[in-house]
C-alpha cells in the first residue's frame, strides 16, 4: 500500500443519534457522507487532531468516549487510514465551514447513505455496537 495520509474522524453522538456529513460540490468524493474529521497534522497525536478538526470544521466541542477499528482505503490517486473515535456532542453550535450539510440519524439508518468508501467499515463496525 502507498504511505497512507493518516486521518482522524469523530462518529459524534446527539440525543442518541449519529451527526455526519455531506461533503460539497468541490471536495474530492462529492456529496459522499463521511464521518467529519481530517488529516493528522505532524506533532499532532490522533486525538489532538480529531478535537481541532470538530472545532474547525463544525464549530463545536466533543469529548472522545473510545477509538473504533481503523480502516484502511486505497482510492486511485491516494491511500488513508481512517482512524475513527466514538464522541458525544457538549456544547457549540453546528455550523458547516466545508461541508454542504449534516443530518442526524440513529444506527440503522447510517446504511442508507451514499458513503465514502473509507467510510463504510466504521459505518458496519457502528452496527454491531
Known amino acids: 500500500m502507498k504511505n497512507a ?3 482522524a474522524c469523530a462518529i459524534i453522538v446527539i440525543d442518541h443519534k449519529f451527526l455526519v456529513v455531506q461533503r460539497n460540490e468541490n471536495m474530492n ?3 459522499k457522507w463521511e464521518f ?7 506533532n499532532e497525536t490522533d486525538e489532538q487532531c480529531v478535537l481541532r478538526e470538530i472545532e474547525e470544521e463544525l464549530n463545536i466541542e466533543v469529548t472522545l468516549v473510545k477509538r473504533l477499528t481503523s480502516s484502511f482505503f486505497e482510492y486511485p490517486n491516494i ?3 481512517l482512524i ?7 456544547k457549540g453550535e453546528i455550523k458547516l465551514k466545508e461541508h454542504k ?3 442526524l440519524l440513529n444506527k440503522k439508518e ?4 451514499d458513503w465514502a468508501d473509507a467510510d463504510l467499515p466504521i459505518v458496519k463496525e457502528l452496527q454491531e455496537l
Open 5 to 7: 495520509i493518516k486521518v
Open 29 to 31: 468524493l462529492p456529496l
Open 36 to 42: 467529519p474529521g481530517g488529516k493528522i497534522e505532524q
Open 79 to 81: 491511500a488513508i487510514e
Open 84 to 90: 475513527p473515535f466514538l464522541a458525544n456532542y457538549e
Open 101 to 103: 450539510q449534516y443530518i
Open 110 to 113: 447510517l446504511i442508507r447513505l
